[in-house]
């Protein structure tokens, strides 16, 4: 335990918790990022960009760049500033009141670090459909993300499993590149509106699989099939599809501060008021862990600065 209380410490490493990191660094705040474990899947250092290949789409690099690379850039950037990166996991936090306490390694104890100011910047994870081939091939054909990675897919023949608003949407974005996309979906009616519907079977390049899960994806090093059963005669079909997009939902990444603060009906971290404000006083939110509408890493990053610059704001009022 340091008997040092720190200005801020941010929890989480994405886009947004680093963001955050770069800007209270600047400010002469000397953040602490815990940055998570890369054993585990819910607070992976980096975030989900340390999964993805190729992101296109961030600005400044107009001729692409790894996930991973650019969340090394992130990184080195924030130490650059003076930043202090941990790589552990958080275990417990004592958001009652400030100073903060938070615990790594262990929820036993006296906390390890407390702060004026928290930042919770620990993203969301998507939902996955539990195949051992998926972490293989997530990132190589397979992805959760048709922004981030559908240009990849022009005139290929690729498929989308779900049926809900996400997965159709998702579904009529990639028809834009690819020559087809098949929506695997478990029932034999959607679960998307009513309007994504009309506009799915409207769309020629889209077809239906119904009533069939994904059983397996085929390809050492890059996806070139999927196996589906059909739920009701347990009949397997192999297809050939390059390119399959997991849109079954995301879930946020709120389990150590769940019954601190307040969350929206869908498990989000609730902000208010335009801003990373969170429902304590001195507890700031960015990222994926509020934002259930845009995850994209750009407006992550535009998250976690806001959060850095009302943590200044709310420090300087706190006459720290």
Request: hydrophobic share 40%.
């Amino acid at each position: 335990m340091t008997d040092d209380v720190r200005n801020v410490i941010v929890v989480g490493s994405g886009p947004a918790g680093l963001t955050a990191a770069i800007y209270t660094a600047r400010a002469a705040l000397e953040p602490l990022v815990i940055e998570g474990e890369p054993s585990s899947t819910s607070d992976q250092p980096g975030g989900q960009l340390m999964l993805t290949t190729e992101v296109e789409n961030f600005p400044g690099f107009p001729t692409g760049i790894t996930g991973p690379e650019l969340m090394q850039s992130f990184r080195a950037q924030a130490e650059r500033f003076g930043s202090e990166i941990l790589t552990a996991k958080v275990s417990r936090l004592d958001l009652s009141a400030p100073p903060f306490s938070v615990w790594v390694g262990g929820p036993e104890g006296d906390p390890t670090y407390r702060a004026r100011a928290i930042i919770i910047a620990t993203g969301a994870s998507s939902l996955m459909l539990g195949l051992d081939a998926e972490r293989r091939l997530l990132g190589h054909g397979l992805s959760t993300c048709a922004t981030c990675d559908g240009f990849f897919f022009r005139d290929q023949d690729i498929c989308v499993v779900g049926g809900g608003d996400s997965a159709i949407e998702e579904a009529l974005f990639l028809t834009r590149f690819a020559r087809s996309v098949t929506v695997i979906h478990r029932r034999e009616t959607l679960r998307a509106s009513k309007i994504m519907q009309e506009r799915a079977f409207a769309n020629e390049k889209l077809t239906f699989l119904w009533n069939s899960v994904v059983e397996d994806l085929i390809g050492d090093q890059r996806l070139e099939g999927v196996v589906t059963r059909d739920v009701e005669t347990d009949e397997l079909t192999t297809h050939p599809f390059t390119g399959a997009f997991v849109a079954i939902g995301h879930r946020p990444n709120t389990d150590l501060f769940a019954d601190q603060l307040s969350l929206r009906e869908n498990g989000y971290l609730q902000t208010f008021d335009g801003r990373s404000n969170t429902s304590r006083e001195g507890v700031f939110a960015c990222g994926d862990v509020q934002d259930d509408w845009y995850r994209q890493a750009i407006t992550a990053a535009g998250s976690g600065c806001m959060a850095a610059i009302d943590v200044e704001r709310w420090l300087e009022r706190q006459g720290h």
